[in-house]
């Protein structure tokens, strides 16, 4: 008997959802008996989303792994999807309280943590810092932001008023934004983007970099930047970041399929599964690059 | 002034007009309904899932989640403006109406004593007047959208403005405030009321989505509104030939405050209903609906350049469209060609109509 | 046909009227009355400002100086409507027509007959139908009421934006170039409602090329050029030949 | 047919234009370049560093970012029309680029021999001509556009289509080709002329941005060919009354199919400095661009009514927009309001030409 | 004046020419011939068909049935401009202007006067703004070139219009009402552009419903009918009376 296995991304205009789908595929090749269909909407926006999951009920597919757009939305479509007999997971951004069965992924308070743990142990003697954020609506992003605020509440780093500053996934956007905060407050020590996003543009990444070379060799302003996807860790390589904090979506996308296969034979599986966290820095990063 | 009257003269030189001549049957509304037709045969041959009774639910519930507010839009595209803040409005109104309706329902909070007393357990809110929290919450939604529709006229009847420039703010300035008044986090229908809500919302009778319901009445009062009022005949002089309409002493300040107005208020039901339906008003709802919205009126037929369109058209647009979403889904399209798909679909449907000038 | 000059107070007085659009001067100082019951003929080369100042007095423009008078008082109409509440009806040059309608509702337009069902009221859409049938046929005019008025000809066009003047019970009614696109038997019919407008002791101010027409029906002619208000004359006093050489600037004032 | 001529007449109720009456004093443009200022001034007093050379520097390349693209579509809202799939269309002929020039630049690729070949170690690739790969690549992307901007014509010019209709389906097919030949990922310049195609695209002359210089190059040919061609006369001619351009013998269908062409060529262009300048071209990138684009030309004074419109008032629009989004960075707005702030903004920078109305 | 019936082939012949939009039929099996230097009266009432005719000579509108032959040829036009690059000059009714643009650019819409810089041709304002206020002059308007076509009164527009049909050596020139917004000299002036154009050997139609003008000019008239062609007489054989009885009908055909 094959399956049917839907995941189910917040947007897919994000790079991030293309590594959990690739890895969904290949795990989807190597069971054998398992068929992963990837679709979303196009833009973050719940409502399609949700009209999305209801087109997945109807069609009778055999499991759904949801990364949630919003939690209160979703709970909705989750319930008519379990109530029509389908199981349901949830991955990179979870609906507790939801009928959800199993959620993969990273626990994003803890992954905003270890950004600002980062910074902390790169630069304890503190300063000013951003945050660049995604969008204002997303809720593991602010989750994200409230870690990093934690970990260096009570330390000797500052927030500016003004961030986090939000690039709707936009890398050209993250990229002006960095420069603009940076303008903004010329002794801005540290910029933390909660995603990928400026590392996505690598040439206007380096660019800003490089105009800010001086102060950052002179320790002066410190970047640290969530996500490790293989060009954030070139650039990590090459100097032009300090630190990356990574999730691990492939492993969000083979887990899915194990966890919904696993499911569907009736086993038990764990409520929660940490696919846990990479960091990053200049020593290890030869390593992650393989 | 009765001046004796001669019989009217007879135009001798005028035929009957044959009924594919007329009406519908010569509009691009007609035409689209024929390809919406086609693809609706086509679906079914691609999904044996489409024709079910749950399917086409969902498609009922779904499009009519737009339509609503593309009947009101239709009626600022009669007169030959537009309104890009629809999408920022039905987040925005949603989320006034469950922040109403929680802020409400909890105890303690300003005003709430008025409609809530918690029970005998010390634990359970329960209403004073059950319905009343939930008729105020959205009176608030509505009355939301009804000033920003207010502010929205006032810039392009008054004081002149282009609609697509003020509106355009508009759509920032919504979708900031939403963010500002929920702190980016959106807000949720709760307190005794919600079930009510959710079943004027999300539920169905007799097998009939309410938002479908809802769709109806709305439809057929604008049908009524747009060919039978005096109003409805100034909607669509003002987009025929505005000058005209001025000179002629059409109130035009009046009705061009009232087109957007009433474009806000649907899109603020629509937007109250969706949140139902979502359990939720998350900040990012709707975004870029607007395109969706527009696009759903001018495929039924509304002209941007103003002074056609009408309610058939725009549910036509939007079944159209919803078809397209859901069709391909259900017919397992690749996901990146589904979007490619999309648009073709989109331009054949309203090539179809095309076939028009061949014809007559 | 009787001289209104006497006949008491002027419906319209004009004082020194002036109009600038940015560097051209469209009206200069036209001081002008017009009387019940009186036909004035407002005759003028092309651009000399006949237009301006049907538009001025039609509350379509405000006038840059100069002051506007009606039945007594003087007004400022800020909008068109205004101007027709108080009982002025224009046919415009430009006929001020809504394409996507038919001519019956370009009629009615701003007016529309109603009937009422309780609380709400809807267009009585078969009465307008005929009584726009009855106005087209008080002007000989094949014009149907149910075509689309982006479909008439021209002449047809000028009938809708004439038949609206008989709607309502108007004290000045100001025809610009009424004549201009129509038939020969519907001029004399355009003439012989201005001659029963008159009748009933409506003023009314026709501006046209058409010397006949003008000579026909009007008890007093005033002569435009370049912005300026060049000759005021009584009908009887004047001669076609006069009133060309006014226009044309070969004879310089009367 | 040559005939008696008379002196001309002298016009002696015609006074002298004085210079605010006339051109630019009295257009939009004029009175959005006023409220700009107004708007750096009050930027300079929130932000010491917005007037920095730095800053100045970045602003002029972000708003070349999208200045380009805006030329485009400035000459097709001249002519009344509209092209919602520029963002898109940016996307995608920067994917095509990036792709063409790694494609040619990796030995083994088909075609790629032809281009480069091995060096001794072995290892680094060499281009048997440099810059040749460049050239391809970005012919490639060009011609990309060139293709996109003629089915839009097509579609609009000659089939009648609405622009609206059709370039909103053409927004969704280009996005969805870019997610298809990429899978989903963008791609990235690379090869042996990458550093050359940096160069072009973010490197600077005399501290001035490449960016930049070209949109003054293009802007200046822009006007030239708006004011002192037939073809830019065709243009206007059209938006002013279509009807009258086809019967004054105008070649309206091969002026419209020209007009998005450009139009995408532009946008195309856009797309490919883009990505010059981010190192990548991402799935995603210049995602709902199209608002800002026309958004800026209408600001600048373009009417989507068709008839008005140049390249001064697109370029105004731009750095209005790019000098909200970066002082209100500057000045540590919020940024909950700050989307709020950039919508009242915008409205507030065209109601500044309502003055306008007041003194003349 | 001479009579051209006989002066060899005809410029223009129609054969059975039918047009119907929907369910009107605005013009039904029409025949007719123009010869070089005629200058042919086309009248009819309100809606009768004449533009509709005009329009399809000129190639705006293709004939329901009919063939229209130009030159001895049998012509198929899909657009304006074929028919203009024949010979066919037309003045439209509803004149055709581009608001937005000046008066001299409208003249020289789609005809553009260039300079030559290397492989650049560019507009040559200078020389377009001098040839149209020459153009002005000659019709003795008050329009000028400058000015923007919104601005300018109806008879400015319709002088620019008519200025147009000047800078082709056409074969034959529609007239769809020209003189009907124009004031009293420049119609002499434009009856006596017909008459030059005639003197060239140019083929006129003057479509007009002012019947001293039709008199005064005109070869030839043919009366229009509901969308037949009702008459077809040399002036020298008809009068001002009978063609208003055929008209509007009082006589049936002739
Ligand atoms: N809106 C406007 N803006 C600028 N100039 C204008 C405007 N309206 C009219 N004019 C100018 O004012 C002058 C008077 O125009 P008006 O229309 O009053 O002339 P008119 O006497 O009605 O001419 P006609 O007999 O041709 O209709 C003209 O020179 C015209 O160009
Ligand atoms: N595009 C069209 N669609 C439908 N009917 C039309 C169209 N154009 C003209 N007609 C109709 O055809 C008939 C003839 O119109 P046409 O314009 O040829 O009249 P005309 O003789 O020029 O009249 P006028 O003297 O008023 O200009 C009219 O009844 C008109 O309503
Ligand atoms: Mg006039
Ligand atoms: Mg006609």
Redesign the interface.
Known sequence: QTYKFVIVPKA????FF?VA?DGCLKRAKELGNVEC????P??????TQ???I???????VDGLAISV?????M??SIEAATAAGIPVITFDADAPGSKRIAYIGTNNKDFGLALGKQLLQLKPEGGKYAVVSG?????NL?ERVDGVREALKGSKWVE???????CN????LA???M???R????DLGAIVPVGGWPM????????FVN?NKKDIDAGKLTLVVADTLK?QLELLRDGYSNALTGQRPFEMGEKAMDTLLAIKKGQKVPEVIYTGLDLVTKDNVAQLLK | MAVPLESPISFTNVGRIRWWQRGIFASQTGYVLLALLGLLIAMHFA?P?FF?Q??MQ?VAK?FS?IAIATLGITFVIITGGIDLSVGSMMCFSAMITSMVMSGLSTPGMPGASLFVHLAADGKTVVANVPGLILLVSILAGLVTALIVGLVNGFCIAVLGLSPFVTTLGMLSIVRGLG?VVSN???S?PGGPDADYFYALTSGDLFGVPAPFIYLVILAAVMAVVLHHTSFGRHVFALGGNEKAAELTGIPVVRVKIEVYVICALAAGLQGII?SG????A????????ELNVIAAAVIGGANLAGGVGGPLGAIVGCVLLEVI??GL??A?VS?YW??TLVGVIIILAVLVDRIRSRIT | METAGAAGQPVLELTGIGKEFGAIRALHDVDMQVFPGEVVGLMGDNGAGKSTLVKIIAGNFRPTQGEVRFGGNAVHFYRPIDARVVGIEVVYQDLALADNLTAAANVFLGRELKRKFGPFAFLDHNAMAARALELFGELRSETRPHDLVKQMSGGQRQAVAIARTRLSNAKLVMMDEPTAAISVRQVEQVLGLIHRLKEQGVAVMLISHRMPDVFAVCDRVVVMRRGEKRADKSIRDTSPEEVTALITGAKEAA
Do not use: C
Not at chain 1, 183 to 186: E, G, K, Q, R, S
Not at chain 2, 282 to 289: E, F
């Open positions: 897919m205009n994000n790079p293309d789908r269909i990837y679709k979303g196009v833009e973050h926006e719940p409502a949700a009209q999305i209801q087109d997945f009920i109807t069609q009778k757009a919003d939690v209160a939305a709970t909705k969008g204002p609506g997303a809720k602010a500016v008023a003004g961030s986090p500053t939000f996934d936009d890398p050209a990229v002006q934004q420069a603009d905060l303008t903004a407050t010329p996505f543009a690598p040439e206007g990444y380096k660019a105009k060009m | 999904s899932y079910t749950g399917n969902n779904n989640f963010y980016g986090r959106g949720f969706v339906w979502l359990g939720s998350p900040a990012n709802m709707a975004t870029s609906y979403r859901n889904v259900l397992q996901s589904q979007q």
